[in-house]
């Protein structure tokens, strides 16, 4: 008989404590399940930044500016890059939400920044909702507003039904591939002029701030800019411990949406210079993948189309509410999934009254997001510099400072040329 028991601390002969075992089994779960969270937050980043909405906006610029929409996106990328590794380091160090962080920051700031954030995703999410139908649409043929309504309701589904989600992320992270590979395939098919496109992504012939902002709205503006730090918060990844493999993270997701956008647009850039036409206002990305591939390309396209605005919806209706605690903190489990779920339904319902065509909506998203990006990020830059009691004594490297500053500068800039004409896409 052994003498091995709860209450006896020996190792039987080749065997391990069960004290031992437990304590491997916690550090190596705790490990699988940080990572998962990590993954997941890279993946909620990168979906929200090539979801419907920057899809649509690269095709329809790349169809009216040409090679000179490089500067655009090479420009997206690097204000991508400095605000989410600016922001996912304070948020995750400071272990707070980042209302509730502007609000610790500079009083009553939190709920400024809270109502921006809700009601630019709620715009956001109606332009989502309008990219999923014009995915079914070129799917399956079906009306954009049926295919909206049938996406919404899925979306809700997800959110109310737990394993639900966890297969949806698997089958999101499966089409994202397929995205991937078919978008490699059009833009090496379709043949871009890389010379004139490399150029001008330095030195464009024309530089057009709308155009910029709106782009730039549509990959890091608005909910799209907290996405990926709050919802390693609610995994529990915070504090000064995970700094650097929060930072990894950021980079890896920066990294991998920034080539996926700079390949999307080579591939519309190869069918409109050899003389295709883009269908702009119906579905002007659907309308070069078929050009290229034919019918399979435009149901291939439509597949991949509808798997990102589905995992947008999701993104900026998870994000948006999570700005909602800050008014009133009862806005947690349970209540917070319900108050989601009527988020996506307002969403739907106001892109089913509202006669703004799918296309016009996902630009005015992603302008008016683009707006609203100064505004957050400016507190943050301040938090950054004067507030490291906030942050635990962490100092935020000066390299991030001073990149975050000129890109505050640059931001409120572009904001202040291009508020007017954002407004005129909903005519468009």
């Given amino acids: 008989m052994s003498n091995w028991g709860p ?103 939190g709920y400024l920044l809270a109502a921006l954030v809700v009601f630019g995703g709620f715009v956001f999410n109606i332009g989502n909702i309008a990219g999923a139908g014009l995915g079914l649409n070129a799917l399956m043929g079906l009306d954009p507003k049926l295919g909206g309504a049938i996406s919404a309701a899925l979306a809700i589904a997800i959110f109310l039904v737990k394993r639900a989600g ?36 330095v030195l464009p012939d024309v530089i057009d701030f709308p155009v910029i902002t709106t782009i730039v709205g549509g990959t890091v503006g608005g909910y799209i800019t907290y996405a990926g730090a709050h919802k390693l918060l609610d995994a529990g990844v915070s504090g000064l411990a995970n700094v650097k493999e929060v930072t990894r993270s950021a980079f890896l997701g920066i990294a991998v949406t920034g080539v996926m956008r700079y390949v999307l647009f080579l591939a519309f850039l ?71 779920v009527g988020f996506i339904l307002a969403g739907l319902l106001a892109y089913l009254l509202l006669g703004t065509t799918p296309v016009a909506l996902l630009l005015f998203a992603g302008g008016f997001n683009g707006l609203i990006l100064p505004v957050g990020f400016s507190v943050f830059m301040y938090i950054a510099w004067f507030r490291k009691d906030l942050l635990h004594g962490y100092q935020v490297p000066y390299w991030l400072l001073v990149s975050g500053t000129a890109t505050t500068l640059l931001t409120w800039y572009m904001g202040a040329m291009a508020f007017g004409r954002i407004f005129e896409f909903l005519g468009s």
């Fill in 7 to 109: 209450d006896n601390e020996q190792t039987p002969p080749g065997g391990t404590a069960p004290e031992a075992v437990s304590t491997a089994q916690r550090a190596a779960g705790f490990v699988r399940a940080r990572r998962g969270s990590l993954l997941g937050a890279i993946f909620l980043m990168a979906t929200s930044a090539i979801g419907p909405g920057f899809i649509t906006q690269t095709a329809t610029f790349t169809a009216t500016l040409g090679a000179a929409f490089a500067f655009g996106v090479l420009a997206s990328i690097v204000i991508d890059f400095v605000v989410q590794a600016n922001i996912w380091r304070i948020i995750t160090v400071s272990g707070k939400r980042a209302a509730e962080l502007a609000n610790a920051a500079i009083p009553f700031s």
């Fill in 166 to 201: 966890i297969a949806m992320d698997r089958v999101m992270i499966a089409l994202g591939t397929v995205m991937i590979l078919l978008t490699a395939v059009v833009a090496f098919l379709a043949n871009p002029p890389l010379g004139d496109a490399l150029r001008q992504t």
């Fill in 270 to 340: 190869g069918v409109t210079a050899s003389g295709v036409l883009l269908d702009l206002a119906g579905n002007p990305a659907a309308s070069a993948f078929q050009a290229v591939l034919g019918e399979l390309g435009l149901r291939a396209f439509g597949l991949v189309l509808w798997a990102a605005g589905i995992s947008s919806v999701i993104g900026a209706a998870f994000t948006s509410v999570s700005f909602t605690s800050v008014f009133n903190r009862r806005i947690e489990g349970p209540v917070r999934r319900y108050v989601t």
